[in-house]
């Protein structure tokens, strides 16, 4: 096991279990104590979690903000899930815009097809595009760190001056009253204007999503056409969706 895929199985299952000893962490991968305390300091730095005594507990989020680097290695498999589905919207010549995000990065990487045209504010997402020889824009903006997302006036006015057939978009949290809402406003004035800008809106989010509300709410259900998700909404919500004309699919059991 290399050492970036054992640090991100150290986060999972930090993650899953709310906290595990190094004792745990070192039987359960088979490498010594030293190794994974090493580890846990590492990504103590990157702040994908926390250090405790003797052992390890999930990051503490700044609201309900998670870092990139610990986003990134939850809910993986349902993630993969949700962007292969979402995948299936492309269509040939397209203008898609692809929101910051763990699980817009999946979508990203689910499509297999390269003749549309990619729009982006998070630069990680535009090189995965370019790489596959998807011709790709980059908004600019201000660099937020801890989302890896492009922000505030130039990011805006490169989404004011341009229209998108397809919009992925992501959300930290989505309630049937609420709506879609974000812990940040910088983030939640950009979501806002990919929404008005776009043709088409889908919305890719796993069910640790449902029912959540953030500090900043960006988007009414009704804005959204397509959900994408890996579980089936509770009865209000899925109330409140079908009252919003929204479809849903994706795996859903």
Same mark, same amino acid.
């Given at each position: ?30 490498? $010594?104590?030293?190794?994974?305390? &090493?580890? #846990?300091?590492?990504?103590? %730095? !990157?702040?994908? +979690? /926390? *250090? ?89 903006? $201000?660099?937020?760190?801890?989302? &890896?997302? #492009?922000?505030?006036?130039? %990011? !805006?006015?490169? +989404? /004011? *001056? ?92």
């Amino acid at each position: 096991m290399l050492p970036a895929e054992r640090k991100r199985t150290i986060v999972e299952l930090v993650t899953e279990r709310d906290g595990c000893s190094v004792s745990e962490l070192a039987a359960e991968l088979e490498f $010594s104590k030293a190794t994974i305390r &090493r580890d #846990l300091r590492d990504l103590e %730095a !990157e702040g994908r +979690i /926390e *250090r405790s005594h003797g052992g390890a507990v999930p990051a503490t989020s700044v609201g309900t903000e998670r870092p990139y680097g610990q986003r990134e290695v939850e809910q993986l498999a349902e993630k993969q899930a949700i962007a292969d589905r979402a995948a299936e919207e492309v269509r040939e010549g397209q203008v898609v815009f692809f929101d910051a995000g763990s699980t817009t990065m999946e979508v990203a990487r689910a499509i297999t097809d390269t003749d549309y045209v990619a729009a982006t504010n998070m630069p990680e997402l535009a090189t995965e595009l370019a790489d596959r020889d998807v011709k790709t824009k980059l908004t600019g903006g $201000s660099f937020r760190p801890r989302t &890896r997302a #492009l922000v505030g006036p130039t %990011a !805006e006015r490169f +989404i /004011e *001056r341009t229209n998108f057939d397809l919009l992925f978009l992501g959300t930290n949290a989505l309630d049937g009253v609420a709506g879609l809402s974000t812990p940040n406003e910088g983030e939640a004035s950009i979501k806002e204007l990919m929404v008005e800008q776009a043709s088409r809106v889908v919305l890719v989010a796993d069910a640790t999503k449902f029912g959540e509300r953030s500090f900043m709410t960006f988007a009414d259900l009704s804005a959204v056409d397509l959900l994408v998700t890996d579980a089936r909404p509770s009865e209000s919500l899925s109330a409140a969706l079908e009252e919003a004309d929204v479809t849903v699919a994706g795996v859903i059991p």
